[in-house]
C-alpha cells in the first residue's frame, strides 16, 4: 500500500500511527465546556499534525497537504464545502507567507553568484590574522547576508559553512585527522552559534519570524502589528552585542590550539583573487539587496511621503522581478528553489490551523486555564513572564521544529503572558527572540544544525554543552540589553 513504482512512500508507519493515536486521544479526552465541537475537533487535528511533524511520518510539505485536507473535509470551520475549503486555503492570501517564499528565492541568487562566498571571504582577509579574528569574520558575514536569507539553513550551512571548512581545511583541522581542537572546532560552533543571533535580528532572517509577526498581531488584537523596520530596530542593539560575546565566550570556552592565523588571511585573499573582480550578476544582486533593504526600512516612504510606502511582501517582488528581468536569477531557478515552495506549503497550513483555533476560541480556553494555574501561585507579572519565556525557550529540547514549537506553543503564551498583565512591547519581543535562541540548545534543533553537527568537528556532549550555555548568555543579552534599549525607545 505504502509503496510506489520509484520506491518507499514518504510515509513513515510507525510515526504516522503514533500521530493518529495522539490526535485521537485528544479528541476522546473529556470536551471543555468553553470550547465548541468544532474548536475541540480542530484542536485534535492540530496536536495530531503537530506530533506528526516531530516524528517526522512524513515531510513537513506532505504532512501540510494532509491537514489542509482533513480541515476542508471534516467542515470543522464551515458546513458549506465551498466556504471549508476556502477557509482551508486561506492562508495562502497571506502577504507574510508569500514574503519569507519570495525572500528565499532571491537569496538563491548570493549562491549563484557568488557573492556570498566573496562576502565571507572578504570578513576573513580583514579580521583573519587571529582565530577569534575569523570567529568575529564568520558572524559578521553571516550578519551581513542574514536580512535577504530566510533560510537560516541556506544561510549557516550552505553558504557559510563551505567557508568554515575551508579554512579549518588550510590548517589541516579536520575530523578526519583526529585534530578539530586544533581550530576547526572553534569555527564550526561559532559558524553555528551566530545563525541563532542573527535569525532573531530580522523578520526575513528565518522563516517561522512571520509566524511569530501573526501570532503578536492576534494575541494583542492587532495592537502590535511588528513591520520589518520596527523588528529590526528592536533587535538591533541586543543582537549586535550577543554578536560581540558569542565569540568570544566560545574562545573561551573551546580555546583553539592555533591562535595566530596569518595564514587565514592570505588564503581569504587567495580566495577573493580566484573569484576575480566582481561580476555583472553579483553587482546586480548587491544592488537588489541594498534596495531591499531600503524599501524595508521605509527611506523611500520617509523622504518622498507615504504614497511611496509599499508593504515587504511588495518590495520583495520587486527584488525577484528585477532578478528575473536582469537574467541573475531564471525561472528555472525559482523552480529548482525547492524550499521556497515546501515553505509556502507547510508555512500556509500551519498558520491556517493556528488562525482557526484562535478564531474557535481554543486558544483563549488554554490561555485562561494556564493564567489560572499561574494565578494560584501568586507570582506577578514578571515572575509570570519569566517563566513563561523560560518554558517556551528550553521546551525547545522535545522539538526537532522550530516552526511546529512556535505554532504549537507561542500563541497561548503570549495571551497568558499579556493577560498576566506583562508589558506588551517587551514581553512580546523577548518571546520573539526566545524563538530563535532556541535554536542554540541541541543538535537537531533547527535545520542548520545537523548540517554543521554532521560534518564531526564537534562531540555531541560538548555541543549540547555550548548550546546551553549561549542560550543562557543570548537570554541574558536580551534581557538586559533588550530591556533598556526598548526602555529608550520608548516601548515600557
Known sequence: MFQTHEGA??????????????????????????????????????????????????????????????????????????????????????????LIAVAIMISRS???????????????????????????????????????????????????????????????????????????????????????????????????????????????????????????????????????????VLYLLYPPEIKKTEDAASFARQQLSDLGRMQRDEKITLGVFVMLLLLWAGVPAWLLGDAFALHSATSALIGLAVLLLTGVLTWKDVLNEKSAWDTLVWFGALVMMASQLNQLGVVAWFSSTIEGLITQTGMGWLGASSLLILVFLYSHYFFA????????????????????????????????????????????????????????YVPLGEWWRAGFIMSVVNLLVWVVVGGLWWKLLGYW
Open 9 to 98: 512512500s514518504d510515509l513513515r508507519l510507525v510515526p504516522a500511527l503514533v500521530a493518529i493515536v495522539v490526535g485521537l486521544v485528544v479528541w476522546l479526552l473529556p470536551q471543555p465546556a468553553e470550547v465548541s465541537d468544532q474548536g475541540w475537533l480542530m484542536l485534535a487535528m492540530f496536536i495530531g499534525t503537530i506530533a506528526a511533524i516531530i516524528g517526522k511520518a512524513m515531510p513537513i510539505g506532505a504532512l501540510s497537504i494532509v491537514a489542509i485536507a482533513m480541515v476542508a473535509a471534516s467542515g470543522v470551520t464551515s458546513d458549506q464545502p465551498g466556504t471549508a475549503i476556502r477557509d482551508a486555503l486561506g492562508s495562502f492570501t497571506s502577504p507574510l507567507i508569500w
Open 110 to 248: 548570493l549562491i549563484k553568484t557568488g557573492l556570498g562566498s566573496r562576502i565571507g571571504y572578504y570578513f576573513i582577509s580583514v579580521f583573519g590574522r587571529r582565530t577569534l579574528g575569523i570567529g568575529y569574520a564568520l558572524a559578521l558575514s553571516e550578519l551581513t547576508i542574514a536580512p535577504v536569507t530566510p533560510s537560516n539553513t541556506a544561510r549557516g550551512g550552505g553558504i557559510m559553512h563551505p567557508i568554515m571548512q575551508s579554512i579549518a581545511h588550510s590548517f589541516g583541522s579536520t575530523p578526519e585527522n583526529g585534530n578539530t581542537g586544533k581550530i576547526g572546532k572553534y569555527l564550526a560552533l561559532v559558524n553555528y552559534h551566530s545563525n541563532p543571533i542573527t535569525s532573531a535580528m530580522f523578520i526575513t532572517a528565518t522563516a517561522p519570524n512571520p509566524l511569530t509577526v501573526k501570532l503578536i498581531a492576534e494575541a494583542t488584537g492587532t495592537a502590535i502589528t511588528l513591520s520589518w523596520t520596527t523588528w529590526a530596530l528592536a533587535m538591533l542593539l541586543p543582537g549586535l552585542a550577543a554578536i560581540a560575546l558569542m565569540p568570544l
Open 401 to 456: 521544529s522550530t516552526t511546529a514549537h512556535i505554532t504549537a506553543m507561542m500563541g497561548a503564551f503570549l495571551a497568558v503572558g499579556l493577560a498576566m498583565g506583562a508589558p506588551a512591547m517587551p514581553f512580546v519581543l523577548s518571546m520573539a527572540a526566545a524563538s530563535s535562541i532556541m535554536m542554540t540548545l541541541t543538535h537537531y534543533a533547527t535545520g542548520t544544525s545537523p548540517v554543521i553537527f554532521g560534518s564531526g
